[in-house]
């Protein structure tokens, strides 16, 4: 017969809103560590995409998810010609507020590349790649843009037209990423206004011309060392090469650690609360039950037996609040405004935690109940 | 024809002494007190508060340590100017049952389940602990209440469980802690009769504390305690009269089942 069972049964309102409590707190663990994994998921999907094996960027920089970087768009011609190299694509990025066709305010991630080589949008849900040199656009869909839609980038006044749609592409910080061709990314990005270049000429200086781009993709043919085609990009073009692992490193190591201690430490937060709950109400049930316990000692019960029942409670406790957390979260998840990733590995390390917790907070409740005189029984 | 044979005593005190802390705060809550009960006896240990019955009900049941003296139970030396068995708990579980004044059953588990727990903990099967359970409380006139929770039993009722739990491991020691005291004269001395018949059948030694002076004649000794010394030992006349006690029996609302023994 177990007894945990009974009792639990026997105060099953109490042992209920007390679940529930718990199993919000640790939906709200589950979720935090979801939205990690989700924006680290989300901060891996730009550089995937692309795949390339190496990123040329500004000398002494760690690329353009990690810091800014400017290099000359030649670039891309010195490094497509080394050996090795198989395919090249010049790219740049950057955040800015769109206004759509109704005025509304839109935040992208843009992504200007040249048509044809790498840079370009992952597969598509809806329309096509962009097939002209300018006033194009592929977003996606997190956006809420539609096929057909229009929306100004920048200081230009002239629409730029959805023509593809993407899916679950967007950054580290959720906002939907689009791609326009680089000549239109690099003017959004550097063209000078005509007052300003008009002002430059009246100073004798020459007009600002500015072309550069962020970053150079690199794909080299099969079996070329990575290692060696960035050590001769370095020694030889006086650029940074990094290879595809130190990039999305650079993302989660500098970019999502913080991230990740924040949430963490509300992670940490909240399972300490969900520790003292738990003592606290299975303290309460062992002082409410001291007189019953001092009877089971005394008709011959051993101390494993209260132990047992003591330990199991608080283990029922943890574990039902834990399978309604993920439930919870598993429910919910999608009504987030954020990606929330419940991957298996970090559930499974939470149900150790919440054991170890269940354990450590039936400590108290274990030293009152073995310190119970049996005679106490007796009046 | 040779004399039958003297019964050993299933509980044997000689000079137990029993003091709570030392110096200025000492108390002697029991002093050089020896007794022996016999099996098929019921014998009342009586005094006013404070006087050590159950002080000496908690060293007969080996959950308070003497401070001298020795103790025999069942014919096994337990406690002479020590204890000389290291499982206590394991002694109480086969050898005594207990009695409460306030039942003291464990409010989360069904009268059956009460039953059954003290059963298990000996090791016996749950298949085995249900049965013997449930024939236990036919046998107490409460099987039709076997499924009920210790809130929903009437004071009797659940005093009558608490009887069955006590003798669900056959100990041949049971001590009651003023098992009465919560009933109504006519109940209390049903209870009483019933304790009585326990002792009879299987020759086992009860040992009652009381100040119910109404349940005197169901005694065969009674032991006045005061100031933790032992006053008086007064042997009774008993209630032994079992016609008189069946009848008395079955003018309550619940008796003794037919069976002569307990299960």
Redesign the interface.
């Known amino acids: 017969?177990n007894?945990a069972i009974?009792?639990v049964?026997?105060?099953a309102p109490r042992f209920a809103l007390t679940t529930l409590g718990v199993a919000g707190l640790l939906a709200v663990v589950i979720t935090m560590m979801g939205i990690y994994e989700g924006a680290l998921s989300d901060a891996l999907r730009l550089p995937r995409a692309s795949n390339p094996d190496l990123w040329v960027v500004q000398p002494l920089t760690k690329g353009p998810f990690a810091e800014p970087s400017r290099i000359p768009r030649d670039t891309r011609d010195l490094i497509r010609r080394m050996p090795g190299v198989a395919a090249t694509g010049a790219v740049t990025f950057q955040t800015l507020q769109a206004t759509t066709a109704n005025g509304k305010p839109l935040r992208l991630f843009l992504q200007g590349y040249e048509p044809g080589r790498l840079g370009g949008p992952p597969a598509m849900i809806a329309g096509h790649g962009i097939t002209q040199s300018h006033y194009q656009i592929v977003a996606d869909i997190s956006s809420g843009l539609r096929i057909g839609d229009q929306l100004s980038l920048g200081p230009h006044s002239y629409p730029y037209t959805v023509v593809g749609l993407t899916q679950g592409m967007v950054t580290s910080s959720s906002d939907p990423v689009a791609w326009v061709t680089l000549l239109d990314a690099q003017a959004i990005q550097f063209d000078v206004a005509p007052s300003l270049q008009r002002r430059e000429k009246a100073a004798g200086r020459p007009p600002i011309v500015t072309a550069d781009i962020n970053a150079v993709l690199v794909r080299l043919h099969p079996g070329v060392s990575k290692a060696a085609v960035a050590q001769d990009i370095e020694r030889w073009k006086h650029l940074s090469a990094v290879t595809e692992q130190q990039e999305e490193d650079y993302l989660t190591v500098f970019v999502i650690s913080r991230m990740q201690k924040q949430l963490g430490m509300f992670m940490g937060i909240l399972i300490v609360i969900s520790a003292v709950i738990i003592a606290l109400i299975i303290y309460t049930l062992t002082m409410d039950?001291l007189?019953?316990i001092a009877?089971?000692?005394?008709?011959?019960?051993?101390d494993r037996?209260i132990i047992s029942l003591i330990v199991q409670q608080a283990l029922m406790l943890g574990v039902s609040a834990f399978a309604l957390g993920v439930a919870l979260t598993s429910a919910f998840k999608g009504y987030f405004p954020r990606r929330v990733q419940m991957e298996p590995r970090d559930i499974a390390i939470l149900f150790a935690i919440v054991v170890v917790m269940c354990l450590l907070a039936s400590i108290l409740s274990v030293r009152a109940a073995v310190k119970v005189?049996?005679?106490t029984?007796?009046? | 024809m040779p004399a039958a044979a003297e019964p050993s005593p299933l509980v044997e005190l000689r000079a137990v002494s029993k003091h709570f802390g030392e110096g200025e705060t000492r108390v002697d809550a029991l002093v050089d007190v020896s007794i022996s009960v016999f099996p098929g006896e019921v014998v009342g240990l009586v005094g006013p508060s404070g006087s050590g019955k159950t002080t000496l009900l908690n060293v007969v049941g080996c959950v308070t340590e003497p401070s001298s003296g020795w103790l025999r139970l069942n014919g096994e030396a337990v406690y002479d100017q020590r204890w000389l068995r290291r499982d206590l708990r394991r002694l109480r579980l086969e050898k005594i049952g207990f009695i409460f004044q306030t039942h003291n059953l464990l409010p989360f588990l069904s009268a059956t389940e009460n039953v059954m727990e003290v059963l298990e903990l000996a090791g016996a099967s749950s298949a085995d602990a249900r049965a013997r359970a449930v024939d236990l409380l036919d046998y107490l006139q409460v099987g039709h209440r076997k499924h009920a929770m210790p809130s929903q039993l009437s004071g009797g009722e659940a005093q009558r469980v608490a009887i069955a739990r006590a003798l669900a491991n056959r100990p041949r020691i049971i001590l009651a802690d003023e098992p009465t005291a919560p009933l109504d004269s006519e109940r209390a001395g049903i209870v009483m009769d019933l304790l009585r018949r326990i002792a009879t059948d299987q020759k086992a030694a009860i040992l009652v504390v009381t100040h119910d002076e109404n349940i005197f004649d169901r005694l065969d000794h009674i032991f006045r305690l005061r100031d933790g010394r032992l006053e008086s030992t007064e042997k009774r006349t008993g209630y032994q009269n079992d016609r008189e006690a069946r009848s008395a029996l079955e003018r309550a609302d619940f008796t003794v089942s037919h069976a002569s023994s307990p299960p």
Request: hydrophobic share 35%; no cysteine; net charge positive.
């Open positions: 017969m007894l009974r009792d049964r026997h105060n039950k007189r019953s009877t089971l000692k005394l008709v011959g019960a051993p037996t005189d049996p005679a029984a007796l009046g």
